[in-house]
């Protein structure tokens, strides 16, 4: 079914393209041909306005279907990579939530941990 929107999508854009490419612009554009076609230049105009009036709006009901079926089917997931509706990790045991803080919290105490005591006044300079 996605493939069946996505061919029809793709050829609406490839249509699209050529129509609004034929259109006259005020720099002449693609459309600048000489006055020997088969209708008038209004007529051509008209025809090619509505003509990516209605691509455009084909484009916009191909583009939200697809969006709309792409997330069809879409199960929330955790963040830990198992489906959501799962209660417990392949381990058996819950994961326990943090007790003495969050992660910036265990960071800095192990942090403070590495660090020498900061030096109570200026110091001279070592040589080694």
């Known amino acids: 079914m996605q ?14 393209i050529g129509a609004v490419l034929l259109q ?3 720099g002449g554009g693609l459309g600048m ?8 230049s209004r007529g051509t105009a008209n025809l090619l306005s509505r003509t990516t009036a209605i691509l455009a709006a084909g484009f916009f009901l191909t583009s939200l279907f697809l969006s ?5 089917n879409r199960a929330p997931s955790s963040i830990i990579g ?3 509706s799962q209660g417990q990790p392949a381990g ?10 969050g992660i910036l919290d265990s960071l ?5 941990q590495q660090q020498a005591p900061a030096p109570s006044g200026p110091q001279v300079p070592r040589s080694q």
Not at 4 to 13: C, F, G, Y
Not at 92 to 101: K, R
């Open 82 to 84: 198992q489906p959501a």
């Open 68 to 72: 709309w079926y792409a997330g069809y």
């Open 3 to 16: 493939t069946v929107v996505i061919v029809i999508h793709l050829m609406i854009v490839a249509v699209m």
């Open 108 to 112: 800095k105490k192990a942090d403070e």
């Open 33 to 40: 041909g000489g006055g020997a076609g088969f209708m008038s």
């Open 24 to 26: 006259k612009s005020e």
């Open 92 to 101: 058996g045991s819950p994961i326990a939530p943090p007790t003495s803080g």
